[in-house]
């Protein structure tokens, strides 16, 4: 995968995931195997990775579970105040990000322009 972009999601698990007993929810909970293996080294994991979080997003607890802080990943996390979890796909902010970070791949998943071969901006971006 060249790029992945994650729309409010529980990469460090979600504590309302706790309450639901339904196999997908288990795997969503902070203390799940899959959350534990999102956190083992990837020091040859190449991906680029866009996640987008909210503040009001009532799906993530806590917030900065939807955050993806790993040394060994290419990471750009971006705040995007005053979204729903079920806003953030169609909030025009979260487009204009997504877009800008996709813009410049070929079909093949190939950065047109070298320069936008790895995200390089700050771990954190706040979007007005």
């Given at each position: 995968?060249?790029?992945?972009?994650?729309?409010?999601?529980?990469?460090?698990?979600?504590?309302?995931?706790?309450?639901?007993?339904?196999?997908?929810?288990?795997?969503?909970?902070?203390?799940?195997?899959?959350?534990?293996?999102?956190?083992?080294?990837?020091?040859?994991?190449?991906?680029?990775?866009?996640?987008?979080?909210?503040d009001?997003?009532?799906?993530?607890?806590?917030?900065?579970?939807?955050?993806?802080?790993?040394p060994?990943?290419?990471?750009?996390?971006?705040?995007?105040?005053?979204?729903?979890?079920?806003?953030?796909?169609?909030d025009?902010?979260?487009?204009?990000?997504?877009?800008?970070?996709?813009?410049?791949?070929?079909?093949?998943?190939?950065?047109?322009?070298?320069?936008?071969?790895?995200?390089?901006?700050?771990?954190?971006?706040?979007?007005?």
């Amino acid at each position: 995968v060249h790029t992945l972009v994650t729309l409010g999601s529980p990469h460090a698990g979600t504590l309302p995931a706790t309450w639901v007993p339904h196999p997908i929810a288990r795997q969503m909970r902070p203390d799940s195997d899959i959350v534990a293996e999102f956190e083992q080294p990837a020091p040859d994991c190449r991906t680029r990775i866009l996640s987008v979080w909210s503040d009001l997003d009532l799906m993530i607890v806590p917030k900065r579970s939807a955050r993806i802080d790993h040394p060994d990943l290419q990471v750009r996390n971006v705040f995007v105040p005053g979204v729903g979890h079920m806003s953030l796909p169609v909030d025009g902010r979260v487009l204009h990000e997504v877009c800008t970070t996709l813009a410049q791949l070929d079909m093949h998943g190939h950065s047109l322009t070298p320069a936008r071969g790895r995200i390089q901006t700050p771990r954190a971006v706040a979007v007005p």
